[in-house]
């Protein structure tokens, strides 16, 4: 296989100064730095402590969701509780952090000291931070809303993915949607009594089967005075699953070229649909294939002056009736938003080639309850997930362990550090738009590079297009 490169355009380097990305040639020469703010500070990623820190309290959980990792067949993840000792090895990284967040697999509510976190963060964090996690809701009584209330928490976000309670049932298996409606009865009833209100939200899991339910869902968070709604896209960690993500693995730079030069080739006579078959074919062609052929020339030309990669056997799968049906039912609940005064979060109806990952902008760090500190959700565990007909085989990526080393100097070490520079340069593929994928480079059980030659496991991640959103 040969290496691939974008070495010919542009990329963004780190400042010297304060570690804000400047544009450079290819050679890196002749950077001119424009400081985003007259004292040149650094952007999140580059502080000498994160803003953001995403604290997993337990893997253990009371229900059984059909989406959920650990209901898939063959995945790894063991089940226990973040000691109290491993929550106080964090507090070098408290005073400064504007969020934390007491979320990863598993319900946060069976934490018996979900409480104590919460208190003794807020007690040193500045009055601007907040702490929040998200929950099923299921245990969410009024004697421990009050009891969160008093601890101090911010923020709470429930999973809700249907009005109906035989879908609810169905992906929210021992799940009952009522349980939600009390829990948010407590709530607002604890943050009345402590004098501020817990910000409450819902997050709902877009699938094909439930996309129809999103409307009501928004109209059913307004009634019950939640104030934002998050939606995001499902990953199918079963391949049983796969089949019901309400979005297709191609960026939206890949279709668009393949649409336009499909559009062109029908108004001339020419069915680029046949190009399978053109791929295919032994022997002497048609006169047909070889205009076919010209304009398949053309089409990849033209994506390759844009560094778009086309997946051809994806683009020619590709049904664009779900995409534009998911579109429709996430602007009718924009309007149900807007009228409701519901604060809404749409992911994108297909992967953005223009990338931005939130979790390393936003200076943020994934902790699990074995004390690992890892960089995002996506390196956070060993699992394998299901996107566009691949199997990913996804290793933690973790930079060190709190009961060995000060969370500070995990974050500022040369590892971590380095991680969260490759990542800011966006200088990686996007594997799902290649026609080798996924290629050893990005699959193998230990990565070590990809095909532009980055160190970072990011090219097959697709949390930085817009797919997927989580509590922040």
Not at 57 to 65: A, D, E, G, Q, S
Not at 309 to 316: A, D, E, F, P
Request: aromatic letters at 8%; one cysteine or more.
């Amino acid at each position: 296989m040969s290496v691939m490169s974008n070495a010919n355009h542009p990329v963004a380097q780190p400042c010297m100064q304060c570690d804000r990305r400047v544009s450079t040639g290819s050679n890196g020469n002749g950077a001119k730095h424009v400081p985003a703010t007259p004292e040149c500070a650094p952007q999140p990623a580059f502080r000498s402590h994160p803003s953001k820190l995403f604290v997993e309290v337990t893997t253990r959980c009371n229900l059984r969701c059909s989406m959920c990792v650990k209901e898939a067949n063959g995945q790894r993840i063991a089940e226990g509780d973040l000691s109290l000792e491993t929550f106080a090895r964090l507090a070098p990284a408290l005073p400064q952090l504007d969020t934390l967040i007491l979320n990863g697999i598993g319900e946060p509510l069976l934490h018996p000291q979900l409480e104590r976190f919460i208190a003794d963060a807020k007690r040193v964090m500045p009055a601007s931070g907040h702490v929040g996690f998200q929950s099923n809701g299921q245990l969410l009584d009024r004697k421990r809303a009050f009891s969160l209330a008093e601890a101090g928490v911010d923020r709470i976000c429930i999973s809700a993915d249907a009005v109906s309670a035989d879908i609810f049932g169905l992906l929210r298996r021992g799940g009952r949607p009522e349980m939600i409606e009390t829990a948010a009865v407590a709530l607002h009833e604890a943050g009345a009594g402590r004098g501020r209100a817990i910000s409450l939200g819902v997050e709902f899991v877009a699938m094909r089967d439930n996309l129809h339910q999103l409307p009501e869902i928004v109209r059913w968070a307004a009634r019950n005075r939640f104030s934002f709604v998050i939606v995001t896209h499902m990953v199918a960690y079963n391949p049983d699953m796969a089949g019901s993500a309400a979005f297709v693995a191609v960026t939206d730079l890949s279709q668009q070229v393949h649409r336009e030069f499909r559009e062109r080739a029908a108004a001339d006579g020419v069915d680029l649909n046949q190009l399978l078959s053109l791929f295919m074919h032994v022997g002497p062609g048609e006169p047909a294939d070889y205009h076919r052929a010209a304009y398949i020339s053309k089409m990849v030309a033209h994506a390759s002056q844009q560094d778009v990669c086309l997946n051809h056997t994806r683009l020619l799968q590709w049904d664009e009736a779900p995409v534009r049906q998911t579109s429709e039912w996430f602007e009718a609940a924009e309007e149900i938003a807007r009228q409701e005064g519901i604060d809404l979060r749409l992911p994108a109806t297909v992967p953005t080639r223009a990338r931005r990952c939130d979790f390393v902008e936003d200076g943020s760090c994934f902790v699990s309850w074995e004390g690992d500190v890892h960089p995002c959700y996506f390196l956070w565990h060993r699992y394998s997930c299901h996107i566009g007909g691949y199997a990913k085989q996804v290793q933690p990526l973790s930079f060190g362990n709190l009961a060995k080393e000060d969370v500070l100097d995990i974050w500022n070490g040369p590892a971590a550090r380095a991680f969260r520079g490759e990542v800011l340069k966006y200088d990686y593929p996007f594997c799902y738009d290649c026609n080798v994928a996924l290629c050893n480079y990005v699959d193998n059980e230990e990565f070590s590079s990809d095909c532009y030659m980055s160190s970072v496991p990011c090219g097959a991640c697709l949390w930085p297009t817009g797919v997927f959103h989580c509590l922040k």
